[in-house]
């Protein structure tokens, strides 16, 4: 038995369905849930949800059952808030597409689900710790950002670039001659205080090329159609 986060669902046949998890400890799985189109189990079957996974194959490389138990609802409360809906189905949909199979992640797990619970409260700020989430995403793949210092020159002051080619932070005065060709660093990542509606934007602009450039585009895929539409909101109510 595994720990699992509900990221996607198929239906396969008259009755049942095909679900995507991504489990505590053996990274992103699929399986066959008999019966995962009756009601009881379209419920269990929500992206977002936690549930205790139980699989089951003749062999390794079968796609294999899932026994599936309810744990806890975590889609259900985000209905009535359409960004941070959207918020749970563009990482549900990352992690189902960008996240090689049967491959363990157990710190992304944690993150996920941390992240998952933090978009049903309404103390925490969920949106530049759903940025950060993406690049912790990013850095799990093998294509970390390095914000801490200058690339350039070594200097960990007034960093306010990306080089869009190494992912490395770059100073102000190191990257002035080249700023068109840079991307901004919102100071909310590297701890200059709380991001504005355009810093989360910004923020979002920088994972999402690194997301494209080392993760869809060299599989001659696009970002999500769920991370487009997050993006889309945020930037409504940004104007």
Not at 60 to 85: C, I, N, Q, T, Y
Request: proline letters at 5%; glycine letters at 10%.
């Amino acid at each position: 038995m595994d720990q699992g986060l509900v990221l996607s669902v198929r239906r396969h046949g008259e009755t049942s369905a095909v679900a995507t998890l991504l489990t505590a400890h053996h990274g992103r799985h699929a399986g066959l849930v008999r019966g995962g189109q009756s009601r009881r189990l379209r419920g269990v079957l929500q992206p977002g949800n936690q549930v205790s996974a139980t699989w089951r194959a003749r062999l390794e490389e079968h796609l294999g059952s899932f026994v599936l138990e309810l744990d806890k609802s975590l889609a259900a409360p985000l209905l009535p808030f359409a960004d941070r809906l959207a918020a749970l189905g563009s990482l549900c949909a990352l992690v189902d597409t960008g996240l090689p199979e049967r491959e363990n992640h157990p710190a992304l797990f944690d993150n996920t689900a941390a992240m998952i619970t933090a978009l049903d409260s309404e103390d925490v700020a969920w949106r530049p710790y759903y940025v950060q989430w993406e690049l912790d995403f990013l850095r799990e793949l093998g294509f970390g950002l390095d914000l801490s210092r200058c690339v350039a020159t070594g200097s960990v002051d007034d960093l306010v670039y990306v080089s869009p080619k190494s992912g490395g932070a770059v100073s102000a005065a190191a990257g002035e001659p080249y700023r068109d060709r840079l991307l901004p660093l919102p100071g909310f990542l590297i701890g200059a205080g709380p991001p504005s509606d355009s810093d989360i934007l910004e923020g979002l602009a920088l994972t999402g090329h690194f997301m494209d450039k080392h993760v869809y585009a060299a599989h001659d895929r696009s970002l999500p159609a769920a991370r487009d539409r997050l993006v889309q909101i945020l930037q409504n109510r940004a104007d």
